[in-house]
């Protein structure tokens, strides 16, 4: 195999079939695996199925802490996940640019392979395109993904007095992004939260009947998911700036570069609405049987229906936090 | 709204939801449809589901015939149909060039919606990403579909005396965006096939069981297709030249061309391999009930184990069609 792809290993004959064989089928199939067919047949008892898309097209392809296959799969999983599902299969669609380096490729899906092990998930079919230099900036990848829905979960009206998680520090995966974009001569640890999140439906399994609805705060940050939930709930938000975590060195570089880490995107953190007076013990269980050590109420409802999310600031102020109205960073996911 | 597409309208804040709710929404959501969700969540009493997914990066995105949605969705409802399954749920990804058209993107989103309503099957979950200009060609679309297996269709093993038939003529798809592409000054009718073919499964549900495999022959053409269902298979495909059904107009460009019409793809055409003795039945039905007019029995499968495919020539003589080497014609669909 030649070690930068050609526009035949897209053209659906003998090249595609070759790239299917030793790179996808090596780095994520099964053994002898045949991949004839266009779709792949399952069957299943559950009656109650999450399905769900996103495509990638995060700039580098490679940045701490994670690639663009790793983020593919995690973020497919974590869509399933806020609709209370365990993760069934998964596909991965990808459209690649004429001379993207083979070794590479085969590293992306070595990524994808790993999550899905990790997780119990399969991809079970896929589709490979490639389009001319120039075309396109490397490699973008779609994945869709079907998962169970747990009968614990039934997502509910949001009421005054429901409080707000979230699962662990924010803004890392944003800011690790803008320190690899742009080669940001900072000093830092920091690295991608990009991870899958599927195992918070099995652990939180018996408080799931109080959990009113859970978002994973990607593009947008935490400040826009906040504003659309707030916008559907009908109901205003009030965060507490103090209880916001946040890492020192995350909190440092976004000062230095002038950005509100509240916009920037997590790709391994969960927004949990909970009934009121249920956070304290969810907060527990995410941190004794969760792993996650860092996770905090952030907030909750209020009575007003401004449909606004407020922050208490540290200094004993108010702000309000608009949904993100202009790019961030773009291509972060 | 602008009338071309920018960075902010792939980062997930205000203006996605402006996107989201102004054209997709409108071109193929329901009334009043509300998308917080990341997931779409359905029940279904079906126990053996088919699931694929197909990302497009057709050039020209506008051709005689049909566009990057209208193949988007049909090639998806397509490759359902391949598992003998009717179409239930689509997704749809688009990855969309900074400056594209919005007007364009509206037409391409209504023709979806059209697809989608004639053939009974919705848009659920979707996603939508910007990328800089120069980053990528237009637009890209990637859909993947999850279908109900009928239960009479089991595809089963291959043996010699299994009669092959084309639903209808073939290269259509491909000739017409070779026309387009290249904006060839050949005065002519031709448009692309383009079309879903879901209906098959319903129609000729009697005959389901005496189906062996259905294919729809896409990149690479019918002769790809053939050479990998004769690997699949273990023995050889011998075809019938005058069989092969092929309007004058596409077999006069072809020639002009100097391409083999065999590897140019259908996009609304189904190769059905049926046991032994059953090919007159099918294509009686497929003609009587299916409007498929010029549908054709092209071959067989013989007892030889090569696994080639071999072509009788209108002169007698005895060709071998290889699987597609080399790109005949790059970003097809």
């Known amino acids: 195999m030649t070690n930068k792809i050609k526009l035949n290993h897209g053209d659906g004959g003998t090249k595609t079939n070759e790239l299917i064989r030793e790179i996808f089928l090596k780095s994520y199939g099964e053994e002898g695996e045949v991949c004839l067919s266009d779709s792949f047949v399952?069957?299943?008892?559950?009656?109650?199925?999450?399905?769900?898309?996103?495509?990638?097209?995060?700039?580098?392809?490679?940045?701490?802490?994670?690639?663009?296959?790793?983020?593919?799969?995690?973020?497919?999983?974590?869509?399933?996940?806020?609709?209370g599902a365990k993760p069934l299969y998964v596909s991965a669609g990808f459209?690649?640019?004429e001379g993207f380096d083979i070794e590479a490729l085969c590293q992306i899906a070595r990524s994808m392979g790993?999550?899905?092990?990790?997780n119990g998930v399969k991809i079970v079919t896929g589709d490979t395109k490639v389009v001319e230099?120039?075309?396109?900036?490397?490699?973008?990848?779609?994945?869709?993904?079907?998962?169970?829905?747990?009968e614990q979960y039934s997502p509910c009206e949001i009421e005054p007095g429901d409080e707000i998680i979230i699962t662990g520090t924010i803004a890392e995966h944003g800011t690790a992004i803008l320190l690899d974009r742009y080669d940001l001569a900072i000093e830092t640890n920091i690295k991608s939260d990009c991870c899958?999140?599927?195992?918070?439906?099995?652990?939180l399994e018996i408080m799931l009947p109080y959990i009113k609805q859970m978002k994973d705060p990607t593009r947008g940050g935490v400040a826009t998911v906040l504003n659309e939930i707030a916008e559907y709930a009908g109901f205003n938000v009030e965060l507490l700036e103090n209880n916001i975590p946040i890492s020192p060195q995350v909190k440092a570089v976004n000062e230095i570069l002038g950005i509100d880490p509240l916009y920037l995107a997590c790709e391994g953190r969960m927004l949990l609405v909970v009934k009121k007076g249920n956070g304290s013990k969810i907060l527990q269980l995410l941190e004794e049987f969760c792993g996650c050590r860092e996770a905090q109420m952030i907030g909750c409802f209020t009575a007003d229906r401004q449909k606004l999310v407020y922050m208490q600031t540290k200094i004993g102020g108010k702000r309000v936090l608009p949904s993100l109205e202009s790019q961030t960073v773009p291509r972060i996911c």
Chains 1, 2 share one sequence.
């Open 42 to 83: 399952f069957t299943t008892k559950a009656s109650k199925l999450a399905y769900t898309t996103d495509s990638f097209v995060v700039q580098p392809v490679f940045f701490r802490g994670g690639d663009i296959g790793k983020l593919a799969i995690c973020g497919t999983l974590n869509d399933l996940a806020t609709a």
């Open 95 to 97: 459209i690649i640019e």
């Open 114 to 118: 790993e999550v899905c092990k990790r």
């Open 133 to 150: 230099k120039g075309s396109a900036d490397g490699i973008f990848i779609n994945t869709s993904g079907i998962g169970v829905v747990s």
């Open 196 to 203: 899958a999140l599927s195992h918070l439906v099995s652990d």
